[in-house]
């Protein structure tokens, strides 16, 4: 499988055992940064290069790791066709794919040490969406709430 991996400051301590993990595996790693550590580097623009990546069907999966996995998800949300998931846990990573086909996985490396980003990492690669009825239907109402944005041009707040 292709998988896009973005990190920032936050998260580098974190990707380069997830990559050799990924790796070891068997799977294609596409690396969208950070490539040298920046103390002064943003997470939006690797949570946004591994989004992309996905919703184009060049990657199947992506994972971004920030300092709380919070601002990365949030970033890979506006594109559609993403479906990011902050997974701090093997049970929340598994079940967000099996019942909701969460296609980027969110590290906090702050709040997961490597050990346990690795067990939530492999928990999110082993598990399939079930595509059971009721999954289906909420990913459908997903998708039409998505679809209803896309169309519509962005206003401006009121504040």
């Known amino acids: 499988m292709r ?6 400051h936050a998260g580098w301590p974190l990707k380069e055992g997830i990559a050799d993990l990924l790796r070891r595996l068997g799977h294609h790693v596409v690396d969208v940064g950070a490539h040298t550590f920046d103390p002064d580097d943003d997470y939006p623009d690797f949570a946004y290069a591994v ?14 790791i920030c300092g709380s996995g919070v601002g990365a998800a949030v970033v890979a949300n506006k594109v ?44 999110w690669l082993e598990a399939r969406f079930s595509g059971e009825n009721r999954h289906a239907r909420r990913l459908a109402k997903l998708l039409e709430i998505e679809a209803r944005y896309a169309r519509k041009p962005e206003q401006p707040r009121g504040d």
């Open 51 to 64: 989004a992309e990546l996905v919703a184009s069907g060049r990657c199947a999966r992506g994972i971004v």
């Open 80 to 123: 559609p066709g993403v479906r990011a998931a902050v997974c701090h846990d093997t049970f929340s990573a598994r079940q967000g794919v099996e019942d909701d086909d969460v296609n980027v996985l969110c590290l906090g490396a702050r709040v997961v040490g490597p050990g346990l980003a690795l067990d939530v990492v492999r928990a």
């Open 3 to 8: 998988i896009a991996l973005g990190c920032d």
